[in-house]
């Protein structure tokens, strides 16, 4: 077990050691300076000239989400109708049919909104032309969105006053040949070269130790699990996701996947600090992401390594702690480890089945993903964890009377609504759809429309309920990941699940950008003895309460339904 927990500090200290210098070089990137890819210039050129657009143009927060939308708007027409169509498209040779307009829908728009939230399984749901030049192509550009619309609230706060958030077409174009492609295609050659594979062939017959002839799917599947993971999406190739032994070969695979899918989020708290010259803002925020993040992890491993506490009131020995939904290659460390960096980064990839995890482990994967501010989503989880600095801003104001400032300018009643409105909408989601769907299973299980409730869940009392609040704190994480026992592909979860994941992506997207423009063109305060200092550990700690009393607020009754009361029916 000493090993084990060896293996994860090493890969968590290796993340952080690449992140800092990779952080200087993404604000390099962004600020227009000198750079090792230099050379992408000629590509950039050719993009912009193609397409008509000026990178140098200024945009307001209003003109930049009117870009921002727009654009997605399109690629969702696109991937829905590949999807829709994908058995008459060509690279399908192990013949996959098309996907039904309600699976199509919420496929479209999981991958869209840099979810990944798969009802289907990869290697018979898709094929490879969609799994390439749709699931992939979006990878790619929701997580450059995301970037791109950090940036923009970085240079919200960067001037003193300024109507000019940066040009979304650059940002986008920049964040996609400059950081995402040159890290992906590193990871893929190392992923490559260790098991992973890259044929365009259908299915392979082997035959196995036992005897049996099976059928094993494979394809050009390194890139795309390179991408999944640095773009923080986490759609799996395979359906058993990085549990896959050709998805996720080895010990070191597993490590180079999880450092992949965090080191873009620590780095981009390292950007900040660089960009807009305030290293020591960017070092509170990261200590506070890290203090949230080992509050999960720590119970989290703890209770994988010393196992079911109902199997061991039988007397029986669980030397290798708890391995049910495991691979032995892995462990319950560096398993308990996954499980909470790909829901606390909003990843949502795995390499354990998170519906055998114990009650404690699903217990802080739910609130990784309820938080969903520690450390983040490509761009988002700065974004979102904003919301509660403003918040965090507005009650120290109160407590010392005296009008909130941030960076420089006034916090006044337009921000906090706003502040509020996206606070107030996660809650909103995540019980809303849970009392939902548990009312159907308990009113309704045989309704025809909704395909019959009563055969959704795979487990009874309070861990079935966690599989449906788990399916929608998942979506409204924007996260992908789910406690798999649960039946999810009918039109309910299809279509109830997409509406979630389109309104919890670019809500918490517009409304920090709207209060960086709005905050941005307000006049310049220079700092007297008594601003508020958000760089000091005093304002970390408020800012961390409020994180805590918030979401303890929203959804502890939720929560004492699910992994709480199964946590104390084991015992």
């Known amino acids: 077990m000493n090993t084990e927990i060896l293996g994860v500090i090493l890969t968590f200290l290796i993340t952080v050691l ?21 050379f992408m210039n000629p590509v950039e ?112 706060i960067k001037e003193k006053t300024t109507n000019n958030l940066g040009n979304f077409w650059n940002l986008l174009v920049k964040t996609t040949t400059r950081i995402l492609l040159p890290i992906c295609f590193v ?27 099976v059928q094993v799917s494979r394809g050009p599947a390194a890139g795309f699990i390179a991408i999944k ?16 032994p050709l998805e996720n070969p080895t010990y070191f695979t597993g490590m180079l996947e999880l450092i992949l899918q965090v080191i873009i989020p620590i780095a981009m708290i390292f950007a900040m600090g660089f960009y807009i010259n305030r290293k020591k ?27 079911n506490p109902a199997i ?23 398993s308990g480890y996954w499980s909470i960096i790909t829901t606390v980064i909003s990843t949502g990839s795995v390499n354990s089945m998170h519906d055998s995890s114990m009650a404690v482990s699903g217990l802080m994967q739910l609130l990784a993903m309820m938080i969903n501010a520690f450390y983040g989503g490509c761009g988002v989880g700065i974004l979102n964890y904003y919301i509660y600095i403003i918040i965090a801003v507005f009650i120290s104001g109160l407590m010392v009377g005296r009008t909130p400032e941030f960076m420089g300018h006034k916090v006044e009643a337009r921000e906090i609504k706003i502040a509020s409105m996206v606070w107030l909408l996660s809650a909103i989601l995540v019980k809303g759809g849970a009392a939902m769907a548990a009312y159907l299973v308990t009113h309704h299980p045989d309704v025809a429309w ?6 959704w869940l795979n487990n009874p009392s309070y861990h079935g309920f966690s599989e449906m609040l788990y399916e929608f704190t998942s979506s409204n994480a924007n996260n992908g990941s789910g406690f798999e026992g649960l039946g999810d592909n009918n039109i309910f979860w299809n279509v109830s699940t997409g509406i979630v994941l389109i309104l919890a992506r670019f809500i918490p997207i517009i409304g920090p950008i709207a209060i960086a423009g709005l905050l941005a063109n307000k006049k310049f305060i220079p700092e007297s003895p008594g601003t508020l200092r958000t760089d000091s550990f005093t304002f970390g700690a408020m800012t961390f309460a409020v994180i805590v009393i918030v979401n303890a607020l929203s ?17």
């Open 18 to 38: 690449l992140a800092f210098p990779l952080g200087k070089y993404i604000a390099k990137v962004f600020k227009g300076e000198r750079t090792i890819t230099d």
């Open 45 to 156: 050129r050719v993009i912009f000239r193609v397409s008509g657009i000026n990178p140098n143009a200024s945009m307001d927060w209003k003109q930049f989400l009117k870009a921002m939308l727009s654009i997605n708007l399109l690629w969702f027409v696109y991937a829905f109708f590949a999807l829709l169509f994908q058995d008459k498209l060509p690279l399908n040779p192990d013949g996959n049919p098309a996907q039904t307009p309600d699976l199509a829908f919420n496929t479209a728009i999981s991958f869209l909104v840099n979810c990944n939230l798969q009802h289907y399984s990869g290697e018979t749901g898709v094929t490879y032309f969609t799994q390439l030049f749709v699931l992939a192509f979006l990878q790619f550009v929701s997580a450059a969105t995301g970037i791109a619309a950090l940036v923009a609230l970085f240079n919200g």
């Open 187 to 213: 990871g893929a050659i190392l992923l490559a070269f260790n098991g992973t594979p890259t044929s365009y062939d259908g299915k392979d017959s082997i035959v196995t130790l036992q005897g049996d002839s």
């Open 229 to 244: 993971h640095l773009g923080t999406n986490g759609g799996g190739w395979f359906g058993a996701n990085s549990a896959h």
């Open 281 to 307: 803002f960017a070092y509170v925020i990261f200590g506070v992401m890290t203090v949230g993040m080992l509050c999960l992890l720590i119970p989290t491993i703890v209770t994988e390594i010393h196992g």
């Open 312 to 334: 061991a009131k039988l007397g029986v020995t669980q030397a290798t702690g708890a391995m049910e939904g495991k691979e032995v290659r892995f462990g319950p460390a560096l």
């Open 450 to 455: 909704a395909v019959k409730p009563s055969a």
């Open 555 to 571: 959804f502890f009754p939720a929560l004492a339904l699910g992994p709480i009361a199964e946590y104390f029916s084991l015992q």
